[in-house]
C-alpha cells in the first residue's frame, strides 16, 4: 500500500472528525428564534406540555404533569405495575407519579394537606 | 519515539489493506451508535423544550408564565376545579392574576384522530396576543375572539390540520359537540407554525367560553394559573392550601386542592431523564455488548489475508507488541471514523429527514412522517461518548483475535 494513499485515508478521517465536532459545537444548543417561538407558544396556551407525548389518549402524565398526578394504568404495588400503562413503557423517558418524595427545595412539601 | 509513529503510521496503511473488514466494522458500530445519538439527541432537545413551558430560566418580572398552577382533587385524583374558587385566591396578597384554563382531550373526524382542546380567557388571549412580538411567527391566521353562545373559533395544530386532510384557514368543520345550547359549527381561525413546539402538533386553541361549550361543563376550569408577585409563590401556595382546605364554602369543602410551582415541575425534569438514563442507557450498554461480539465475527473477513499479513510482519522481525500497537491505532482509527460518521448520520437524521420514522417511536403521537418539527440537541457529552465507545468497541473486538494470530509462530500464521 502506498504512503500516498495512506495520508489519503488519513486526510479524509481528520475532515470526518473536524466536520462531527464542527456538528456538535454548532447543534449543542436550541436555535434562539426557535425558543423565542417556542416560549411566545407557552406564553399563549399558559405553559402547557412537559413529557415525551403530544396528545393525551396515551397517559395525561406523560403529556404534562401537570394535568394528572398519576398514570391512570399506574398499579400502585404490584411489581412492574407501571409497565401496565401501554404509553409510559414506550416513551424515552417518562414522569412517575408526583409525590413529595420526587420533589426537592422549598417545594418539598405535601400538594394535599390532610383534612 | 519516530519508530513508534511509523508503527501507528502502518495502522492508517492496515485498514486500506483489507478494505471489506474495516468498512463492514464500521458499518457495525454505526448501526449501534446512531440509534443512541438519535434517542439522546431527541431527549435533549425535549429537555430544552420542557424548560421552556415551565419558564424555567425567564426572569420572574416578567410574568409569562404563571407560578403556581391550581387544580381540584376528590378521591386522590383530578377532577376539574369550580371557577368560584378563583375569587378568594384573587384576593391573596402577593397574588396579581388568576386565569381559569380548561384543558381536556377530544376526538374529531371519522378516524377519531386524537386533539387537546385548550380554552383560555378571550381577553388573556388578545392580552397575550399583543404582547407577542411577530404573532405570525407562531400562528398563520388569527386568535379565536368566540364568545358564549358563538360558534367556536379555533387554532389548530399543524399535524391535526395535516390529519383532517389538509386543514385550511377559514375552513368550517362539522360540529365536534352536541351541548345544551345546540350544534354550531366550529370555524379555523389559525393554524400552529410546524417549528414552535412539538405539544402544539394535535392542540386546538380556543376561548375559555367556546371550550365550556364544547365539553358542556359549565363553571369548572381544569386549573387555575396564578401570577404572583416575585418571591411570594411559595408563601401564596401554602396559603392557597390552607385557606381553601378548610374553607366553609360547599365548592372548596368538596375539593382538595392542589398546588403545582415551577419549582416542582423543575425538579420533575431531572426525575424524569433520570429514569430515562436509568432504561435507555440499560438497553444500549447491552446493545453495545452485541456491538463487541458482532465485531469479533466481523473480524473474521478477511481473517486468512490478515493471519498471512502477520505472520509475514513476524517473519521479516516484527515484534508482538509492535503488531498489537499497530492494530491499536487501525482500530482506534476506525472507532473515530465510525463515531464522526454516526455523529452526522444521526444530524442529518435529525435536522434533514425530521427523525423520520424514529421521532414516531420515541415520541407518543407523533407520524412516521412528523408534521412538527422534531425537536434535537446534539450535545457534547453523548457524543464524546460515542467517540469512547466507538474505539472501545473496535479494539476491544479486534485485539484478541490480532494477539492469538500474533503469538502463533509465523509460519504457521502463514499458511
Known amino acids: 500500500m502506498t504512503s500516498d494513499s495512506s495520508n489519503r485515508l488519513l486526510a479524509v478521517i481528520a475532515i470526518l472528525v473536524i466536520a462531527a465536532g464542527v456538528a456538535v459545537a454548532h447543534y449543542r444548543q436550541p436555535v434562539p428564534p426557535r425558543a423565542a417561538d417556542a416560549a411566545g407558544f407557552q406564553q399563549l396556551v399558559g405553559g402547557l406540555g412537559f413529557g415525551p407525548s403530544v396528545e393525551l389518549s396515551t397517559c395525561p402524565v406523560q403529556f404534562d404533569p401537570r394535568l394528572e398526578t398519576t398514570c391512570n394504568a399506574r398499579t400502585g404495588p404490584i411489581p412492574a405495575g407501571g409497565l401496565l400503562c401501554p404509553g409510559c413503557g414506550r416513551f424515552l423517558f417518562s414522569f412517575s407519579s408526583r409525590s413529595a418524595t420526587h420533589l426537592t427545595g422549598p417545594s418539598a412539601t405535601r400538594n394535599v394537606l390532610a383534612p | ?415
Open chain 2, 1 to 415: 519515539m519516530s519508530s513508534l509513529l511509523s508503527i501507528a503510521r502502518t495502522g492508517s496503511a492496515a485498514i486500506l489493506l483489507s478494505p471489506l473488514r474495516s468498512s463492514v466494522t464500521v458499518m457495525a458500530v454505526i448501526a449501534v451508535l446512531v440509534p443512541y445519538l438519535v434517542g439522546i439527541g431527541l431527549v435533549e432537545g425535549l429537555r430544552q423544550e420542557s424548560r421552556i413551558a415551565i419558564g424555567a430560566g425567564t426572569p420572574a418580572e416578567k410574568e409569562l408564565l404563571p407560578d403556581l398552577y391550581v387544580a381540584a382533587n376528590q378521591f386522590g385524583r383530578r377532577v376539574p376545579i369550580p371557577l368560584e374558587l378563583a375569587e378568594p385566591i384573587r384576593k391573596f396578597d402577593g397574588v396579581t392574576r388568576v386565569i381559569p384554563r380548561i384543558v381536556g382531550r377530544i376526538t374529531l373526524g371519522k378516524e377519531n384522530v386524537e386533539a387537546v382542546l385548550v380554552g383560555m380567557p378571550r381577553e388573556e388571549l388578545q392580552r397575550r396576543g399583543s404582547s407577542i412580538q411577530r404573532l405570525t411567527r407562531l400562528i398563520d391566521g388569527q386568535l379565536p375572539r368566540s364568545q358564549h353562545g358563538e360558534a367556536p373559533q379555533l387554532v389548530i395544530g399543524s399535524g391535526l390540520a395535516r390529519k383532517l386532510d389538509n386543514l385550511q384557514v377559514g375552513t368550517v368543520i362539522p360540529p365536534i359537540f352536541r351541548s345544551g345550547g345546540g350544534e354550531k359549527t366550529p370555524r379555523i381561525t389559525g393554524i400552529f407554525q410546524s417549528e414552535i413546539s412539538p405539544w402544539q402538533s394535535q392542540m386546538i386553541l380556543t376561548t375559555f367560553e367556546s371550550a365550556a361549550e364544547i365539553f358542556d361543563q359549565r363553571g369548572l376550569a381544569t386549573d387555575l394559573l396564578v401570577f404572583c408577585r416575585q418571591g411570594q409563590p411559595e408563601a401564596i401556595r401554602s396559603r392557597i392550601l390552607q385557606s381553601l382546605t378548610g374553607s366553609s364554602t360547599k365548592a372548596a369543602a368538596s375539593h382538595q386542592p392542589s398546588v403545582t410551582s415551577r419549582t416542582d415541575l423543575e425538579s420533575l425534569l431531572p426525575a424524569g431523564l433520570g429514569h430515562r438514563e436509568g432504561v435507555f442507557n440499560l438497553l444500549f450498554v447491552i446493545a453495545f455488548a452485541i456491538g463487541i461480539l458482532v465485531i469479533l465475527v466481523t473480524s473474521g473477513f478477511g481473517r486468512p489475508e490478515r493471519r498471512r499479513e502477520i505472520g509475514i510482519l513476524k517473519a521479516t522481525g516484527w515484534q508482538t507488541d509492535e503488531i498489537l500497537i499497530r492494530s491499536l491505532v487501525e482500530s482506534l482509527l476506525l472507532g473515530l471514523v465510525s463515531a464522526a460518521v454516526a455523529i452526522l448520520v444521526a444530524l442529518a437524521w435529525l435536522k434533514w429527514f425530521n427523525g423520520f420514522w424514529i421521532a414516531g417511536i420515541f415520541l407518543a403521537g407523533v407520524e412516521t412522517q412528523p408534521a412538527i418539527a422534531v425537536p434535537y440537541v446534539l450535545a457534547a457529552q453523548p457524543a464524546g461518548l460515542a467517540v469512547l465507545v466507538a474505539c472501545l468497541l473496535v479494539t476491544t473486538g479486534s485485539a484478541y483475535s490480532t494477539w492469538r494470530t500474533a503469538v502463533t509462530p509465523p509460519a504457521e500464521a502463514m499458511r
